[in-house]
């Protein structure tokens, strides 16, 4: 049988990368606390989310949908898969799921039941996942992104989001997928977190783990997350493209920036030592 290790001296050294992050990740999915924004101090949180009112989102998908909105969707969320899937570290459950093609399935989620109108590029497989969008009218009904373990299907808020944040809560939700794991609240799973925050990293070429490792080296100590501001929150956000998100979608990210916070600053500790 071929080997898929390259021994190119640039490929040798992505594949130990990922691999020291795999294994870095499987440390602190287990020493790492409860990673919600009841770690950041009220005022800072409060400020933030200032930043977003509550209707500044920008909704796609406002009522019924189409089948060229969905196609669109399909295409955005398969060019998002093979752009960012080399970027998850090997022996994990999300490599290995992703690995193994898996067959998506697109469609509308009303509420009550899901509706898959049939596209162009229907896949004539057996479906591994089903991926449905979220109306506007039941944006109170789930969090931005949940899956759905019984169902098999990811539910996504038809909300317009930069590429970058889109693709990190796409992510997320894969891995939650991949674990086949029960539904949870958006940010309990620590691991979907943090392959979010990876994804994010990516996607905004390193700036975001960057602005998070210039944010700890002003603050050092234990009680860094405690000294963040609204000012560093927002410029988060800037670092991904992320602005006028609304309310509700920047309240969901804040646990995905103190995993990520947390993670840097456990990263910095082991360089220290």
């Known amino acids: ?4 290790f390259s021994f190119k001296p640039e490929a040798i ?13 499987a440390i602190l999915a287990v020493s790492v606390s409860a990673q ?15 930043l977003h009112p509550l209707d500044s989102a920008a909704w796609w998908l406002i009522g019924s949908g189409s089948e060229s909105m969905l196609e669109k969707k399909m295409v955005e969320v398969n060019d998002l898969v093979n752009a960012y899937q080399d970027r ?6 999300l490599a290995d799921y992703l690995a193994a093609k898996p067959v998506f399935r697109f469609g509308y ?16 497989q057996k479906i591994s996942l089903s991926i449905c969008f979220i109306p506007l009218s039941l944006k109170d009904y789930r969090p931005f992104i949940t899956y759905q373990a019984k169902e098999k299907r990811l539910l996504i808020w038809g909300i317009d989001c930069p590429k970058s944040l889109f693709a990190a809560l796409l992510f997320y939700g894969l891995q939650s997928a991949a674990a086949d794991a029960p539904e949870k ?12 925050a990876n994804i994010l990293n990516a996607a905004s070429k390193g700036n975001f783990f960057n602005y998070l490792d210039g944010f700890l080296a002003n603050q050092p100590g234990e009680n860094s997350l405690a000294k963040i501001s609204a000012g560093d929150l927002s410029g988060i956000d800037a670092k991904i493209g992320v602005k006028m998100i609304g309310r509700d979608l920047a309240q969901q990210i804040l646990p ?3 995993i ?8 910095r500790k082991s360089y220290q030592r």
């Not at 050294?13 to 990740?25: D, E, R, V, Y």
């Not at 009550?112 to 596209?119: E, G, I, M, R, V």
């Not at 958006?186 to 943090?194: K, L, N, P, T, V």
């Open 256 to 258: 995905i920036y103190v």
């Open 36 to 50: 919600t924004s009841d770690e950041l101090n009220a005022q800072a949180v409060n400020g933030y989310l200032d």
């Open 88 to 93: 998850i570290p090997p022996t994990t459950l």
């Open 13 to 25: 050294m992505k594949q130990m990368t990922l691999l020291f992050l795999s294994f870095f990740i």
């Open 109 to 124: 989620f009303f509420g009550d039941s899901a509706y898959y109108p049939k596209l162009k590029n229907n896949p004539k």
């Open 260 to 267: 990520a916070l947390k993670s840097r600053l456990m990263l």
């Open 185 to 196: 609240n958006f940010g309990e799973d620590r691991e979907s977190a943090m392959t979010a």
């Open 1 to 4: 049988m071929k080997s898929s």
